[in-house]
């Protein structure tokens, strides 16, 4: 802040515009820290995704290392993105989001850096326990229970500082974004706290465990990555293109129907299993209801954007946030139909679900992500990205690699179900049906990780502040192209 | 809306509602289920894992067989199971009674392992599939698992489980595999796993 801005009294604009770099400010140490170590851990899981994939179909490559074993090299990926990556990333949004909302600075400047470098130590740990083997082998919560203590500690902070800053925001009304901020904050530690009980402890027993492991893992997407993820979105979309969300009834009945409904569904991943039948059809239900905040949600976020997709063409964060909007409407649509016992019955089990969980988790929360991080580290580290090429770099490359990833492993879910429902086919005949496909998966990988590497070494400009002062925003503009071309709001 | 106490109530009510009816009460209903007798056998199943069977789950545990195994045999008419010999019926709660984490799976990259131990009783046959599952299986994509054994090419002093390996699947002939402690658990757990005995609710 310049003595300038403090002698004279701003105009309105410009006081506004003064407040809001305040609360970026504020924001810096912790927001950086979470987003740079989120940047770090999508590397770290870059590579392993690799490493597994290319054992899927070549098992023979760094085999002997036990460490790197295909059942401890999936889990660890699945480790660093969802609590390094997806988690660190979702953090930093959310409290960035929450300031600038409420309108406050960020509290608790000490305990707040503290908590991401906690945060670091806690998925360091889970990534090498998991390596180590003392995976507890349970899908989606193979890193040790001790975690739950860390991931608590870091978790409460972040409440504290989120019910002071909504305690004291400006306005009495809140928006959109806030509600499911404010639901995922209570939601996961809900999950992580109650599932760690219910899977270590004789709380829940034999099969019922297998229920509360989806339970949890189920909404840990649902109740966690997304809300934080349509949060992002319902911010960002008017925030680039400069004008308001379609509908605020629509935005209520999003939240409140999500909050209802997704709760339900993780059963759904025990069709045909040895569980109780009103218990699985209680999971397709909640699946199937899903079609309602979906379709509200497209809806809202549709008629927020016509007439303004032309923007597009130009703000790396619109295009990253849309695409990531259209998938997960995609991504929902694709998970109520494979609830349906007639779809699952091909599909459970095989490639199919994998295609999908990433449809979820990258083209959906990850792209999103990718967007939220273009917007906001330029406002906190007052520098621009040097460099539009890369960003191109990095969304075609992610964009492209998402897509053959879905196609290829899609299909040949589907075909390994299909062959797998068919008891004349020798199972290994459809092993060796998949393998061509598992290549195309890596091939699409390492398209992806061209893109990481493109986002990294963008980051690590920006952290060295390679780029141009912030006034002017990075857009992806052609040779000679105006920038007023790209005009819009925000951004 | 701009009601805190709403939003809060919501939020944990949504919560609270679904741990209800997704985890305690399938808890309250299936909370006592008891091993039957098995008059074939002459015991209550399932019968547990004890010793070798048990130490062995927690290999299969830290190798991370689950995600490419599944551990639960679809009902009838409900994909293929059965016809492909993966159990002669399908699999219920009571065959979890005493797995603490249950290992269902998700993935079936490779076969269900509800039954192998009735399906693959032979002992050598589980050494040579793990040491590379390609001697048994062509065409696998398994990982191989060469670091749960040792590899002897005298026969002096083998003990009794050493594995002759197929010539062409060895580097130097003649060439035994000798597996080590966690090797012996796992092939001990994947021998106990056999749930081919009738329940009362799936006759």
Known sequence: MSSHAETIPPAPEERERLTRIQIDRSCRQTVVWYYASAVFWLLVGTVLALIASIKMHTPGFLADWEWLTFGRVRPAHLAAMI????????????????????????????????TAVIWN???????????????TSIEWIEIPPATAILFGFCIAVIIA???????SRESEHTYVSQWYLFGAIFWFPLLY?????????????????????????HNVLGLWFTPIGLATVYYLIPKVIGRPVHSYHLSLLGFWTLAIFYNWAGTHHLIGGPLPAWLITVGIVGSVMMFVPVITVAVNHHMTMVGNFHHLKHSPTLRFVVYGAMCYTAVSFQGSLQSLRSVNEITHFTHYTIAHAHLG?????????????????????NA?????????????TTAAGMAIYWLGLTWAGWEQGRMMNDPRIPFLDIVKYTVPWLWSRSAAGVLMTVGHLAFAWLFWNMLRKRGAYLPGPTLLLRKGEPAAVAAGGGE | MNRAW??????????????????LLPDRQLRGTQPVQDEERGIAVPAGYFGDAEEGRKVYMDLGCIYCHTQQVRPEGFGADIERGWGMRRSVARDYIHDEPPLMGTMRTGPDLMNIGARQPSEQWHYLHL??????????????????????????????????????FAEKKPAWIVPNDRARRLVAYLKSLDHNYEVPEAR
């Open chain 2, 131 to 168: 040491y590379d599952p390609r001697i048994t299986s062509p065409g696998s994509i398994m990982p191989p698992h060469r670091f749960l054994f040792e590899v002897r090419h005298s026969a002096d002093g083998l003990p009794e489980d050493a594995v002759r390996l197929p010539d062409e």
């Open chain 1, 361 to 381: 988790v990258y083209a959906f929360f990850t792209m999103v992500m990718f967007g939220a991080i273009y917007y906001v580290a330029p406002r906190l580290l």
């Open chain 1, 121 to 135: 130590l806690t998925v360091t740990f889970g990534v090498i326990a998991i390596l180590a083997g003392y995976s």
């Open chain 1, 193 to 217: 706290v109650s599932a760690q009980i219910f899977l270590h402890t004789p709380a829940a027993a034999g099969a019922v465990k297998a229920a509360a492991n989806w339970w949890f893992a």
């Open chain 1, 161 to 167: 500082a989120s019910i002071r800053m909504f305690r």
């Open chain 1, 83 to 114: 609590y390094g990556w997806g988690s660190m990333a979702g953090v930093g949004t959310l409290l960035w989001l929450q300031a600038r909302l409420t309108r406050n600075r960020l509290p608790l400047p000490t305990l707040l850096p503290a």
């Open chain 2, 6 to 23: 709403l939003l809060a109530l919501g939020v944990f009510a949504t919560i609270v509602a679904s741990v209800t009816g997704l985890v």
């Open chain 1, 384 to 396: 621009e990205w040097h460099s539009a090429g890369w960003i191109r770099v990095h969304f075609w």
